[in-house]
């Protein structure tokens, strides 16, 4: 079947500037998570829904950024007056069920550059 | 806190050496989850294994091979007969039940790269 899918595979933007991210899980997939990752580093945790609600949005850097799920599959990572530093990969996974310790699957990620 | 050290940046092997990755992972929750994750140059983290703090018993999948022990706090990655094929960053991650349990937390990698 169908992984994960994330659209756009890479994001230009100028610095101030509002950007979206899109992310399909796995179909039937309960749980949803978005991670950064920036060169050299490994995934760091942003936010994890369950079903349509935010579980735990922990791992978001601030204000700036928010994600929603509003029917419970497709969820967007928004982020607003993009900063340079904003540069990374994010990535979206999603995991069957939303006990501790399910393996979550990932997608291919969407490469932002903030100029 | 969860923490996960991969100690080891970068590797490199002769092709058909065999080669192990080390994780050393600090948690305070009684049950926690492990994982490795395989990050080849096209970007995708493919899921290879999930072990559970319960079960220390080791595994075999083909050439890859895992060592869980919790008297070091470690989950050590073994290929054998290493391949072309094999380069990639590999991560270690940590889940546990209390602390952020729905989380993973990652190492920062190490670089294998295989030389032909």
């Known amino acids: 079947g169908a992984g994960v899918s994330q659209t756009p595979s890479n994001k230009v933007t100028e610095k101030g500037k509002y950007v979206e991210l899109r992310c399909d899980p796995i179909?039937?997939?309960?749980?949803l998570y978005w991670y950064r990752q920036s060169l050299g580093q490994g995934p760091e945790f942003l936010i994890y829904f369950q079903g349509t609600g935010a579980a735990d949005d922990s791992g978001l850097p601030n204000d700036r950024f928010f994600a929603v799920r509003p029917e419970g599959s497709v969820s967007t990572l928004k982020i607003q007056r993009t900063e340079r530093g904003d540069s990374a990969v994010y990535l979206c996974a999603s995991s069957p069920g939303t006990a501790p310790g399910e393996t979550q699957y990932f997608g291919p990620g969407t490469r932002l550059l903030v100029l | 806190a969860q923490k996960v050290t991969q100690a080891q940046t970068e590797i490199s092997v002769v092709e058909k050496e065999d080669v192990t990755l080390d994780c050393v992972y600090e948690t305070r929750d009684t049950t926690y989850y492990l994982f490795w994750y395989k990050q080849p140059p096209s970007g995708e983290l493919v899921f290879l294994i999930r072990r559970n703090s319960f079960d220390e018993q080791n595994e075999i999948s083909g050439r890859y091979s895992w060592n869980f022990q919790k008297s070091t706090s470690s989950f050590n990655f073994t290929i054998t007969a290493s391949q072309v094929v094999d380069s990639a960053v590999y991560f270690c991650a940590l889940s546990g039940d209390q602390t952020g349990a729905n989380n993973l937390f990652f190492g920062t990698g190490t670089r294998l790269t295989v030389i032909p």
């Open positions: 179909s039937g997939h309960t749980a």
